[in-house]
């Protein structure tokens, strides 16, 4: 799927949720509370990690396998193990109720039919999905046909997250992505009739792509029967294949102000077209925002399963190992893949709710926050919230705040200021 990457003039990755934080002010001090009034909330969310792809594309930095599908059996063990101990843990003899299922990758559907339907057994078997869930399937195009869907369908998915990036033939070249125009419109189209709920990937700024180019994107996404569009500008991760042919002056980045204006269309074209823009990359028709997304913009808790998964449950956070095939080792031999862990003060989760929360085009409401962790968070950042609207990055109405058009460019800035 396509790479989680920034927009405007902060061309930075964002991967990481953690930052060096201050502690709270004396009088408030949340030093004082292990947890948030009423206790940590109980997950009702899950990811899962499927590292298997085709190929890995030149700009990936992902957890993902290429051409290993011979570990896919051992993969599906480890899985088994890890979400029975998530539930020991949790301390549950059921199965976790969960309200969102998201399985991304890596590409789930490049599971062969008889292991996805052996990772639904598993599914079936340790979770128990609420009547109104939201379950979430990524996919490439090229591996969308009814076979697929049908197995997709009987378990319960009911949205599909194609990795379509474009519908230019020569911008998929560049890409490295092994699909077609053709491929990703027949695959949305017969997604749509499958499972309904469509979300798309597309990508933007690419080596020679022009602001033409991505607008022809954008009008043949809102021609099809998608009901989301995540919208992403090219970011060049250090140890990718594509960072390293910039540093070569092999790729030339797309000119700043060409991707501001692409960023610009992308709210336009998708805004015409009934899609709101919801967060800095996300644009929805009405009733289909991203559920699973907003646990993780708001702060909730939520389980995670796979090679590079981040877990957040009862105030701690632990991430799995990177490596699949080290994930795979450490969790069929010792039960336990974690690569890092760590408490969350409440200071660091009020500025993760803020920093994260703010990225929602409707902003957030900070007194809110304060009641969440039970003390007075927002006067701990008056100063960066000042800073921000001197810059017209921001707007406030009491303790309601946004970002503006103009802060919009400048998420990610403000994102770690809050942040630090």
């Not at 949340?30 to 940590?40: A, F, L, T």
């Not at 009862?314 to 080792?329: A, D, W």
Request: with cysteine; glycine share 10%.
């Amino acid at each position: 799927m396509g790479p989680r990457v920034n927009t405007g003039e902060e061309h930075g990755g964002h991967e990481s949720q953690d930052g060096v934080l201050r502690s709270g002010r004396s009088g408030d001090s949340p030093e004082r509370k292990q947890s948030p009034p009423g206790g940590w909330p109980t997950p009702r969310s899950l990811y899962l990690h499927v590292p298997f792809c085709r190929h890995r594309c030149g700009y990936c930095n992902f957890s993902v396998l290429a051409g290993r599908d011979d570990l896919q059996d051992r993969f599906l063990d480890a899985i088994e193990r890890e979400v029975r101990g998530v539930r020991a843990q949790a301390g549950s003899e059921s199965p976790l109720l969960l309200d969102t299922l998201y399985l991304g990758g890596g590409t789930p559907t490049q599971l062969t039919d008889a292991r996805l339907q052996r990772l639904m057994r598993i599914l079936r078997e340790n979770v128990t999905l609420s009547p109104d869930a939201e379950f979430t399937c990524e996919a490439n195009p090229e591996d969308v046909d009814v076979t697929v869907l049908s197995r997709l369908k009987e378990a319960g998915v009911n949205r599909i997250s194609l990795g379509v990036q474009s519908f230019h033939d020569s911008k998929l070249q560049t890409l490295q992505r092994s699909h077609s125009r053709d491929h990703a419109i027949g695959a949305i189209e017969l997604a749509a009739k499958w499972i309904g709920n469509v979300t798309i990937d597309l990508i933007f700024a690419v080596p020679g792509e022009t602001l033409a180019d991505w607008r022809g994107d954008l009008e043949c996404a809102v021609s099809l029967p998608i009901r989301h569009v995540s919208t992403y500008s090219l970011t060049y991760e250090k140890g990718t294949q594509f960072w390293s042919r910039r540093e070569r002056g092999g790729l030339t980045p797309v000119n700043e102000a060409v991707d501001i204006r692409m960023y610009r269309a992308s709210r336009q074209i998708l805004g015409d077209a009934g899609f709101a823009h919801y967060e800095i990359s996300s644009f929805a028709m009405p009733g289909c925002r991203s559920r699973h997304n907003s646990v993780y913009w708001n702060g909730y808790g939520w389980y995670a399963l796979g090679p590079g998964a981040a877990r957040f449950v009862g105030g701690r956070r632990h991430v799995n190992h990177r490596s699949p095939t080290t994930y795979i080792k450490r969790m069929l031999e010792t039960g336990d893949a974690t690569a890092e862990h760590e408490s969350i003060s409440l200071e660091q989760h009020a500025r993760e709710i803020a920093a994260f929360g703010i990225r929602q085009i409707d902003g957030i409401d900070l007194a809110k926050v304060d009641r969440r962790v039970g003390y007075e968070f927002s006067r701990t950042i008056e100063s960066v919230l000042d800073s921000c609207e001197q810059s017209k990055w921001l707007c406030r109405n009491g303790s309601h705040v946004k970002l503006t058009s103009r802060g919009l460019l400048f998420a990610d800035s403000v994102e770690s200021m809050i942040l630090q």
